[in-house]
């Protein structure tokens, strides 16, 4: 049998031992999730429609209008910040300028803009002939995913019993493809206020006896056990 002394010793072999077990295989570099080792990158980028300010009409083109319902309909799913519309300044035709983003203005408020989204600003062109355009804009965010396929360190990976370079990689890729608003990855989507109204009718109705849960219930069970 070991005495004390010996019994220490063994311990002490054994607790280096798990020591350098665990320096060699639990390292910090190894606490990587998914996300970690797959990130998606999100980059804001700028997107821009350009109308030339037609000198022989004082009306938008059917055209122009259709470009700006769809410039609309974009914002309002992913858009943020403001929607500014940009007017040339410097040339005889400034009044042109300014009344057409007035026309802009309004056809991007009738197909849904709010006027509290809708900014202005002018450039200088400098006599330039083709400077008499309308350019409106706004900051859309695009997510990238890294790159699948990465093969390397696999018998390492195995050793460790650590999962694959690749593993989760599609699921990452997917969903930088598939949300609807990458700014959802950055930061989440404010909540605006629930609809009070609603609520109190609902409660109401349970009050008066108009709607209960048990009556729910029994239309679904009934709906189920008819096949509809």
């Known amino acids: 049998m070991l005495n004390s002394a010996g019994k220490y010793a063994l311990l002490s072999m054994v607790a280096l031992s798990a ?41 938008l083109s059917d055209m122009d209008k259709a470009r700006l319902r769809a410039f609309a309909d974009a914002y309002m799913r992913s858009g943020h910040g403001a929607l500014t519309i940009t007017a040339p300044s410097g040339t005889e035709q400034d009044f042109d300028g300014q009344e057409m983003a007035s026309d802009v203005r309004k056809a991007l408020n009738e197909a849904g803009v709010p006027w509290s989204a809708l900014g202005g600003a002018t450039y200088r062109t400098g006599g330039d002939a083709n400077g008499n355009q309308i350019i409106a804009s706004y900051t859309h965010y695009v997510a990238t995913p890294s790159e699948c396929g990465d093969w390397t360190g696999g018998m390492d990976r195995k050793y460790r ?21 990458p700014h959802d990855l950055v930061a989440p989507t404010g909540v605006t206020p629930r609809d009070a109204a609603v609520a109190v009718r609902g409660f109401e109705a349970y009050r008066d006896g108009e709607v209960k849960v048990s009556d729910i219930d029994s239309e679904i069970s009934t709906e189920v056990s008819g096949g509809q």
């Open 161 to 181: 019993n650590l999962r694959s370079k690749n593993f989760g990689c599609s699921s990452m890729n997917n969903l930088a493809v598939l949300v609807a608003d």
């Open 19 to 59: 020591s350098a077990c665990v320096s060699a295989f639990n390292g910090q570099q190894h606490a990587m999730t998914v996300a970690e080792e797959h990130p998606i990158a999100v980059d804001s980028q700028t997107v821009t429609l350009t109308i030339d300010a037609d000198e022989t009409t004082t009306d």
